[in-house]
C-alpha cells in the first residue's frame, strides 16, 4: 500500500521561509516523478512544483525563483523549500507521487504565511 505523509507546515511571516518534506512508502520512489500541490481555501487544487526520477524540475510561475522542490531517494523523501512567502502562498500543500497512470496524495499540511 502506498502512503504519503508530508510534514512542515505550520504559520510563518510574510518574507519568511518554510521547508516541507513527504516521505514515501510501499513503492519503488526513485523511479516516480513527484510534485508538491496546493489549495487555498475556496480555489482549486494547482501545481506548485515537480521533480523527476532523472531530477529535472518545473515550477508555477508564482514560485519560480522562491521555491525549491528537491528530493533525497535512500531516503523516499521530496522537499520543497519556500522563502520569501507571501499571504498568497497560504493553502494546504499536498505531495504528489505519479506511477504511470497512477497517481497518489497525501494528506495535506497547511502553511499559513500571515504576521
Known amino acids: 500500500q502506498v502512503q504519503l505523509v508530508e510534514s512542515g507546515g505550520g504559520l510563518v511571516q510574510p518574507g519568511g521561509s518554510l521547508r516541507l518534506s513527504c516521505t514515501a512508502s510501499?513503492?519503488?520512489?526513485?523511479?516516480?516523478?513527484m510534485g508538491w500541490y496546493r489549495q487555498a481555501p475556496g480555489k482549486e487544487r494547482e501545481l506548485v512544483a515537480t521533480?523527476?526520477?532523472?531530477?529535472?524540475?518545473n515550477y508555477e510561475d508564482s514560485v519560480k525563483g522562491r521555491f525549491t522542490i528537491s528530493r533525497d531517494n535512500p531516503k523516499n523523501t521530496v522537499y520543497l523549500q519556500g522563502n520569501s512567502l507571501k499571504p498568497e502562498d497560504t493553502a494546504v500543500y499536498y505531495c504528489?507521487?505519479?506511477?504511470?497512470?497512477?497517481?497518489?496524495w497525501g494528506k495535506g499540511t497547511l502553511v499559513t504565511v500571515s504576521s
Open positions: 504528489n507521487l505519479r506511477d504511470g497512470a497512477m497517481a497518489y
Open positions: 510501499g513503492i519503488i520512489f526513485s523511479s516516480n516523478t
Open positions: 521533480v523527476t526520477s532523472s531530477g529535472n524540475t
